[in-house]
């Protein structure tokens, strides 16, 4: 004799609160992904497996439920690992697992969520600092630029040029000398002195976005553009002149007493970055590029 399955109150009621428990939590997790979808461009690979993975698992399980209980038939097929029980206490401990589960889930994408929302706040803050600084950057500029145009960038290529031109740049104390070459000169000892803060100006900015780049706030490719942003601000005239006060910098900075490892992880950061891609790319700068890189003595050590 067939099997006649009765179902009471008590557990209609408990069907109804499931399958509403289920398909709710599967919209509001529909819900909350899209809204996470819209906020950035992409999910991480984590939170794809975990969002397809529950959709699939809620889908599946709201399923074998309704075909349970909505057919008389199928409870009775014999499925590897046996039949689909009616009792609605099994059922029961079947939901307070799953919903074990999805807690746990929840809690996981909460608290994923929340660390995105902090790692946003932290980047506004930093796009706001980055903007201060730069503003100073020009500032900082302008204080060189304002007396002739910034010629002070022509002279230092016209006294590299020269000195090349007539073979006296072969070693670090010839770079020094032509990084001195207006230091005694009155005319333009003011320009000399703005230009060196300007220059360690610029070096305390990319090391703050490396710093920021290091400790996960910046990705690899927003850093990139961070430094790509102060380059962009320099000719190949500035560029030149700021490797030629790198170069200088790593043997005679401090007083001789520079520490020549965190200077090379600097220039490791600067040719990771591109920021002397204009020279090494330029046909009209290359003979001096080369000869002042052959000077150093740094070789692919070096900011180029």
Known sequence: MEEIISIGR???FRIMLLVFAVIGFFFAFLHAASIEMRRVSSLNK?????FWIVAIATVI?????????????FHKINFPFGRFSTDMGDWGDFAT???GIFTFISVLLAFNAFKSQQLALRRNSF???FVQLFAHHIKLYEKISKKDEGRIFLDYYKELEERINDGEMNDENDIHEVWGCLKNNSDKLVEYE???NYFKYIYHEVSIIRENEESGLLTREIAKKYVLLIQAQMNNYELICYLLNQYEYYYFGQKGLVNKERQK???????KNDFFKDLNQSSSFENVVQQLKKASRLGDSGPL
Do not use: M
């Not at 399923?63 to 008389?72: H, S």
């Not at 992880?265 to 040719?271: A, E, Q, S």
């Open 97 to 99: 697992c799953v919903t």
């Open 61 to 73: 399980a709201v399923a074998l439920f309704l075909l349970t209980f909505g057919f008389a038939d």
């Open 265 to 271: 992880n600097y220039y490791t950061y600067l040719r």
């Open 194 to 196: 703005n230009l060196k």
């Open 127 to 129: 796009d706001s600092i």
């Open 10 to 12: 008590a557990d209609v």
């Open 46 to 50: 984590l939170e794809k497996d975990l």
